[in-house]
């Protein structure tokens, strides 16, 4: 089993589905102590996707943004009190809007994180003149519409194979070269609890299909199938499924819980 890549999760919000939104906490604070507990990614995004969120303009996004990008695309991140700097892991930026992505590629992020899909023209045109890779998520509705999924009759791994055909050409035809994109299938954007459950169990057939497959699963509400607890106490079961989807060759898991991934692949990994 060859060891994920770990995506740590920093909600610049008040109103992430899990709970943990860092306005009023420090997100450089919080970015450090991701890369000290081995976050090779950290994605930062200030939009909440959670169901009935209220969507944000692209200027009160960069407001959130702004000052937290300009502090940690600096080399190294600050570490946590008494240990020693690393390497700064990479930075993402979770966006939807074509103005947000090109100011934090001007400040050297690594990564966008569209979890639209490449859907809007002004944002394609932007990452195709730029060199970062582009996570590509699925999702029939940004921010999640509940009552709007794929057919139940659906089979959630065949459109998910269609959907990335369909981005490849697109991303092309755009002269941004497809081998710059991560797919992420959006467990929970358009699914019912069981079609995402399938794409857990069934994410071989994505990963054996080619490319860089991204997987954001941590304590996401599919969970509920096995647990009432809160969803900022379903870090148990969300190691499970990245133990799962590590064996299945998924590249890369964007969770919360880093320090306890990176123990995790640590032990299986070696």
């Not at 940004?142 to 990335?164: A, F, G």
């Not at 929970?188 to 991204?214: I, M």
């Amino acid at each position: 089993m060859k060891r994920p890549v770990l995506m740590g999760i920093l909600n610049v919000t008040t109103d992430s589905f899990s709970g943990d939104g860092q306005l009023g906490r420090s997100p450089i604070e919080r970015a450090a102590q991701l890369d000290a507990a081995g976050a090779d990614i950290v994605d930062i995004g200030a939009e909440s996707t959670r169901p009935w969120a209220t969507a944000l303009d692209p200027d009160t996004e960069w407001q959130r943004l702004g000052p937290v990008l300009a502090a940690v695309t600096r080399q190294p991140l600050p570490p946590p009190a008494g240990q020693p700097p690393r390497r700064r892991a990479a930075i993402s930026v979770d966006t939807r809007h074509a103005a947000t992505a090109a100011r934090a590629l001007e400040l050297g992020v690594d990564i966008i994180n569209d979890v639209t899909g490449l859907q809007d023209d002004a944002l394609l045109a932007v990452l195709a003149r730029a060199r970062c890779d582009v996570v590509v998520m699925h999702a029939l509705s940004v921010p999640v519409d509940p009552e709007l999924t794929l057919p139940v009759s659906c089979d959630v791994v065949h459109e998910m194979l269609r959907w990335k055909a369909a981005l490849q050409a697109r991303a092309s035809s755009a002269g941004l070269d497809p081998a710059r994109l991560v797919f992420d299938p959006g467990i929970g954007f358009g699914k019912t609890a069981a079609q995402s459950l399938n794409l857990v169990h069934r994410a071989g057939e994505l990963s054996g299909s080619g490319g860089r497959w991204l997987y954001g699963h941590s304590r996401k509400s599919f969970l509920r199938l096995f647990t009432g607890a809160p969803a900022g106490a379903r870090d148990d079961l969300t190691l499970a499924m990245s133990a799962q989807l590590a064996h299945a060759g998924v590249h890369m898991l964007r969770v919360h819980d880093v320090a306890r991934h990176a123990a995790l692949f640590d032990a299986l990994c070696g």
